[in-house]
């Protein structure tokens, strides 16, 4: 090939090249275009309380940039995240001072809420300061709420995500299940563990109920933290901690490991 044909042709090659790069470039930016606007809702399990690292504008929600929200946001730059979840929240709270960022262009939200609703922190109290008598009768209250109780009120929250973000992805969450059972574990007797774990499995499973009566998917977190509950040798979840309100909460392995995927197999 002479000289200006081979020139030629290296001139067209790089023109080539550079168009099908800036194709991809283009293709790439749609597709980050296209990750829906997110908006994050919830309890602690969703702020992410028990993982350190907080937003320090977050105040006493203590909102984790290793939560589960923040992992996936920053992993899939949506169009918007808004990360509004808080520790202590009730589905009252969701109600009153959680929705606001939620509209007709929101394409994806994620909730796990309940828990509070139900007395999560007084059951643990009770089982862990008492004794198992005390213990069971304390879940059974637990147990009654979430029964007759829980369903309407989660029934309100899914109503009023569906009202302001009709188009949205809703995926809900559940609880993991907290203790290895069998065997010894400091603290807390087999009777305890195994009633904790149970009621934690009889939550999940009328949040479920209720997700799907609401076209929502649901996230069971159960599977991917099995072997990591409390009292194994690489738990998830703290046991009792100092701050004692990261006590029962997903350490940042559990939102990484156990939300995270969970989350984004739903989503």
């Known amino acids: 090939m002479n000289p200006s044909r081979l020139q030629g042709a290296l001139t067209a090659l790089a023109l080539t090249a550079a168009l099908a790069l800036g194709g991809a470039g283009t293709a790439h930016a ?15 399990y969703s702020s992410g309380v028990g993982a350190g690292e907080y937003d320090s504008t ?44 939620l509209s007709a ?3 994806l939200v994620s909730i796990t809420i309940g828990g509070n609703d139900a007395g999560f922190s007084n059951v643990m109290s009770s089982c862990v300061l008492g004794s198992d008598s005390s213990c069971l009768d304390r879940i059974t209250q637990a147990r ?10 989660l029934d309100s929250v899914y ?16 609880y993991p299940r907290f203790y290895r059972t069998g065997g010894d574990c400091i603290g807390l007797s087999d009777t305890k ?9 009889f939550l999940d499973s009328v949040i479920a109920k209720r997700a ?23 738990p998830w979840l703290n046991s009792l901690t100092f701050p004692v309100d990261e006590s029962y909460h997903p350490t940042a392995d559990g939102q990484s490991g156990g939300y995270l995927p969970a989350f984004s197999s739903a989503a």
């Open 144 to 153: 009654t709420y979430v029964q007759n109780q829980l369903p309407a009120q």
């Open 159 to 174: 109503s009023a995500i569906s009202a302001k973000a009709p188009s949205a992805r809703v995926v809900v969450l559940g």
């Open 212 to 234: 799907a009566a609401h076209g929502f998917a649901y996230g069971d977190v159960d599977s991917t933290f099995a072997g990591h509950e409390i009292c194994t040798d690489d």
């Open 105 to 107: 262009s929101t394409g």
């Open 30 to 44: 749609a597709a980050r275009e296209a990750t829906p606007a997110y908006v994050a809702l919830g309890d602690s």
């Open 193 to 201: 563990r195994s009633a904790i774990n149970d009621a934690a499995d």
């Open 58 to 101: 977050s105040g006493d929600c203590k909102r984790s940039t290793k939560a589960y929200p923040a992992l996936w946001a920053a992993a899939n730059s949506p169009a918007n995240f808004a990360f509004t979840a808080c520790s202590g929240a009730r589905t009252g709270d969701v109600l009153s001072s959680q929705l606001g960022p």
